[in-house]
């Protein structure tokens, strides 16, 4: 009996306000068309429990948060959401799709809060072992276009409402990871028009899928 290929795990990243939701969803298109199965999910959430450890995370009940907290609370919904959805999805063939991942707590605790980088590590290999994402795409851009776009949408949640600053060190945390990962992370400027967004990740995803069925 031959064992069927595992899934792909591939993430998407970005400050507020790049875009993401958007493009998750041409990249599932993408993906539809090309008849690869695939399941899109998010974090902190992705299953009932982290959905509960969303609300606590970005509703304002809690604001006087710890960082350490914080940042516990992300690898507990992220340890249930391997367990429950990425890990089985990846063994069964499926393509797994997540807006955000670990990319984001170096980005946001580690740069935003001023975490080490060595406790995150910790947590990481403690939660997912050698598991990482196969691609990440980094939608990138300027803070000031990030937020303009977060404060169209309504009421901030408590990420939203950090100041201009944490957002400049979360994006730097992120271009920092791209530089040293250049093989997992692909930046896509988006800054540019939409239909030039979707066009660079379709590009990348096309040679993603090309070498993946090599
Ligand atoms: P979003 O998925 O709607 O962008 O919101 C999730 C928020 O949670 C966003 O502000 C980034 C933040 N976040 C972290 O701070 N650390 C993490 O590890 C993850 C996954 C998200």
Redesign the pocket.
């Known amino acids: 009996m031959t064992n069927s290929p595992k899934g792909k795990f591939i993430t998407v990243e970005g ?2 306000g790049v875009g ?2 958007t493009n998750i969803e041409s990249m599932r298109y993408f993906l539809d068309d090309k008849n690869i199965e695939c399941i899109v999910t ?4 992705g299953t009932d429990l982290g959905e509960d450890i ?1 609300e606590l ?2 509703g304002h009940k809690h604001g006087a948060m710890s960082s350490d907290c ?2 516990l609370l ?2 507990a ?2 340890a249930q959401h391997l367990a429950q959805v990425i890990a089985p999805a990846i063994e069964k063939g499926q393509w797994v799709i997540c ?11 580690g740069g ?2 001023g975490i080490a980088d060595k406790h995150i590590a910790l947590l990481e290999k403690w939660v997912h072992g050698d598991r990482q994402p196969d691609l990440t795409f980094l939608l990138d851009t300027d803070v000031a276009t990030g937020m303009a776009r977060v404060h169209k949408r309504g009421a901030a ?4 409402s950090e100041a201009a600053a944490f957002f400049e060190r ?1 994006r730097n945390k992120y271009l920092e990871r791209a530089t040293s990962k250049p093989s997992r992370i692909t930046v896509v400027d988006a800054g540019q028009a939409l239909s030039q967004v979707k066009a660079d990740i379709r590009q990348r995803l096309n040679e993603f899928v090309a070498h993946t069925q090599l």
């Open positions: 400050i507020e993401k939701s998010r974090e902190p959430g969303r995370l970005l914080e940042l992300m690898f919904s992220r807006d955000r991942f670990t990319d984001a707590t170096y980005a946001y605790q935003g809060r949640d408590r990420f939203e979360v």
